[in-house]
């Protein structure tokens, strides 16, 4: 069903059948083995299947989905496994079944032009397609039989292939039509103006009038998290300390982590709810929402210092911890499942009030019944039994309802959490998917790069040191001197894309911000330079998805321009902020050009696409105030220097970096008046220099001072 849809809760799972295993079985993609048992001749990507299409002269049936898809396996189920349907599609079909994950930029396309077909795109996208590959009609979920106001499938698949035979002209016309529309809207033709700041006041404006002010999040039911949107709140709110802004971004949270989309006793969020409470999720857990969670929930505690927000940031990186990443080697897989069977909708995570008296004492059970609204009735339609959990109540009044005292409530909450997950880990748990993508990983190690700068202790040095060890896998393993980054670690190569590379530039910097190695600098570099030439668009600006010297796709091989932040941040918005950053350390105006003209590329339309935007106004806002650099100087252990460094972690500003200088720090990489201001710094001293685009602050070794120049005087300095 359609990404922004909530379908109704449906059962899916993996039927095992007596049918000789297809093509299928050897696929490095979970998604494509699950389907290795149907009686189907599935192929996967590729020229073979184009050339058997043309050579037998029957048309493309495409199945687009992914192993976490809930809609992908009833279509499975009640299709892809059902013989006679089988029979249709193996006469008059060549079948091939994409992996959404594996193969982003197939699925982008496609679902362009099925939007543009049926007015709705989604999982799983079923596309028709001529023997080339141009698609003629399409849509999401069919159900087998004529249903829920949509044609049955077998109906479907039979007048499509009566079309192809007898109305071939037809067809072939408005597939022409179609793949000339699909070209036009995907490179962003006329959207190019001059660059305004004025499209960041646009989209807080926007955001804003979309706000739940009851609920949290933006919009109605199905709600999603937004989380460039809640970063483009807070910093500014940074900027302006107009206060509604912050209880937007917080409240947003604080809403989300009491809802049934967080995990209450695992952590971690899941994919989006269904309703406007953000009580009853879909179930599937990815990796690409959780690490910008994950970075929305450290930078509002900087902001806030509401212990709530960091409790939640440590429960994502827990459940990542111990589901979703290979600790040993380095690296986060993609996702976890929502269901384990085709008789469960979110079991697995749901309670009966029965399965939650019978793993406490009765006394605990009271409170946390209370706590997490579990009764005989919960929210799950399937088995109306079950309960999602989330926090109902407070420890204060549900002290005063069961006689207790808080403090002991308090306990018997932090202890019945533990009994409760020691209760769920032996039940039948859903399918991790340990594909390793790389702009995912990426991601992940900007945000653990963030959680060592924000909390600091144990855990901060945990999350450092996955970090580095996931950042220097990807660069032995994927990484390469003239293509830059490839999508997946481990397994058969795939090409990189874009989102590959650009966010592991920003990985890079992060990384070098860090610790100072010069070699995670230099491959930031390498890699953007690659990212421009391999990627860009030196005459319109802007950056397209797939490399200039990639093979042909079929009959959509249109040049793409990602630009909206749907389901990860654009790639491009990406690009522009890498391209500023790599300006802020270099000097080199062949970056900020760059990066002004990737800016001006979408800023005729950057107004429109509002909350679905974000990042485009984080890269608006960088732009213009230039990031904020502070570097700090004095001896290794000089108490000092590090309140300063806690002092200038402590501060939300987006973009900005804090260098950590010793005498044994090898020679950085300054540009400006920060690398004219350094070398007079005396370097076993400790002082803070606040720096932005040309203008440097004095010098400080007050930490409270510190603290006031990143919130409100550099702003004043940045705009000088």
């Known amino acids: 069903m359609g990404a922004g849809l909530a379908p109704p809760p449906f059962v899916k799972g993996l039927l095992l059948s007596s049918h000789t295993e297809n093509r299928l079985k050897d696929s490095a993609s979970p998604y494509l083995r699950s389907a290795a048992h149907q009686p189907i001749d599935w192929h996967e990507w590729g020229e073979a299947a184009f050339a058997r299409a043309k050579s037998e002269d029957k048309p493309i049936l495409l199945d687009i ?15 892809y496994e059902n013989a006679e349907i089988a029979k249709i599609i193996n006469e008059h079909f060549v079948a091939v079944k994409v992996d959404r994950d594996e193969r982003p930029d197939v699925d982008s396309r496609y679902q362009s032009a099925v939007s543009a077909i049926s007015g709705q795109g989604g999982w799983p996208l079923t596309g028709f397609l001529l023997s080339d590959g141009k698609p003629f009609y399409g849509g999401t979920y069919f159900p087998p039989k004529d249903q829920l106001g949509r044609p049955g499938f077998r109906r479907v698949l039979l007048a499509v292939a009566d079309s192809y035979r007898n109305k071939r002209a037809e067809l072939e016309r408005a597939a022409n039509s179609l793949a000339d529309a699909v070209s036009q809207a995907e490179v962003f033709n006329g959207a190019r103006a001059d660059f305004d700041l004025g499209v960041v006041e646009a989209q807080v404006k926007s955001i804003t009038q979309l706000f739940d002010i009851k609920n949290g999040g933006f919009g109605r039911a199905p709600k999603f998290p937004h989380c460039s949107a809640i970063d483009l709140i807070l910093e500014r709110y940074q900027q302006t300390k107009e206060e509604h802004l912050l209880a937007m971004a917080e409240t947003t949270l604080e809403k989300m982590a009491r809802g049934g989309v967080y995990d209450q006793l ?8 269904v309703d406007e ?6 179930f599937e857990k990815m990796s690409y929402d959780n690490s910008e969670l994950l970075k929305n929930y450290l930078h509002a505690y900087q902001v806030t210092q509401n212990p709530f927000l960091r409790e939640t940031a440590e429960g994502i990186i827990a459940w990542v911890n111990e589901v979703l990443s290979d600790q040993e080697n380095g690296s986060c897989y993609a996702s976890q499942d929502a269901d384990y069977s085709l008789d469960d909708d979110g079991d697995y995570f749901t309670w009966s009030l029965e399965e939650l008296r019978t793993a406490l004492l009765p006394g605990e059970a009271r409170v946390m019944e209370l706590y997490y609204d579990v009764e005989a009735h919960g929210e799950m339609h399937h088995n109306p039994a079950k309960n999602v959990l989330w926090i109902a109540g407070d420890a204060a009044d549900i002290a005063k309802q069961v006689g207790l005292d808080e403090a002991t409530v308090r306990l018997t909450i932090a202890k019945c959490k533990g009994k409760l997950l020691a209760a769920r880990l032996p039940r039948p748990t859903p399918f991790i998917d340990k594909t390793m993508y790389v702009s995912w990983n990426a991601m992940f190690v900007s945000a653990y790069l963030d959680a060592e700068r924000v909390l600091g202790g144990s855990l901060g040095a945990h999350c450092r040191a996955f970090a580095l060890k996931t950042l220097d896998r990807m660069l032995k393993e994927v990484w390469t001197e003239s293509r830059g980054f490839g999508h997946r670690i481990g397994g058969p190569a795939l090409l990189g894309s874009l989102d590959d590379q650009v966010f592991s530039v920003l990985a ?3 990384a070098y911000e860090a610790t100072l190695d010069p070699r995670y600098f230099t491959a930031a570099q390498k890699t953007m330079d690659l990212a421009i030439a391999r990627y860009g668009d030196p005459e319109a600006g802007g950056f397209f998805d797939r490399p200039n010297d990639a093979a042909p796709m079929g009959g959509l091989d249109v040049r793409r321009k990602p630009f909206q932040d749907s389901p990860t941040p654009s790639a491009n918005s990406v690009a522009a902020i890498a391209l500023i950053r790599i300006h802020a350390f270099t000097g080199d105006d062949r970056y900020h050009a760059f990066a002004q003209k990737t800016l001006e590329a979408f800023a005729g339309i950057a107004p429109q696409y509002g909350l679905f935007a974000a990042t485009y106004g984080l890269a608006a806002t960088l732009f213009a ?24 972690h402590r501060v939300y500003r987006f973009g900005k970096s804090v260098l950590r200088v010793t005498r044994e720090t090898p020679q950085l990489h300054l ?3 920060l690398k004219e201001t350094l070398p007079h710094l005396p370097s076993n001293k400790p002082l803070a220099v606040v720096c932005s685009g040309q203008t440097c602050l004095p010098p400080t070794s007050d930490p409270a001072q510190l603290t006031a120049l990143l919130e409100n005087g550099i702003a004043g300095a ?3």
Do not use: K, M
């Open 65 to 79: 989905g992914a192993v976490w898809c809930h809609w992908c396996h009833v279509i499975d189920r009640e299709s």
């Open 266 to 273: 695992a952590g971690g969020f899941h994919r989006y709810s």
């Open 277 to 282: 409470r953000w009580l009853v999720p879909h």
């Open 508 to 510: 890079l910097l992060d």
């Open 625 to 648: 105030h230039h990031p904020i650099q502070v570097v700090i100087t004095g001896p290794a252990n000089d108490p000092t220097a590090q309140a300063l460094e806690a002092a200038a």
């Open 671 to 673: 540009a400006g008046t």
């Open 718 to 720: 940045a705009s000088s």
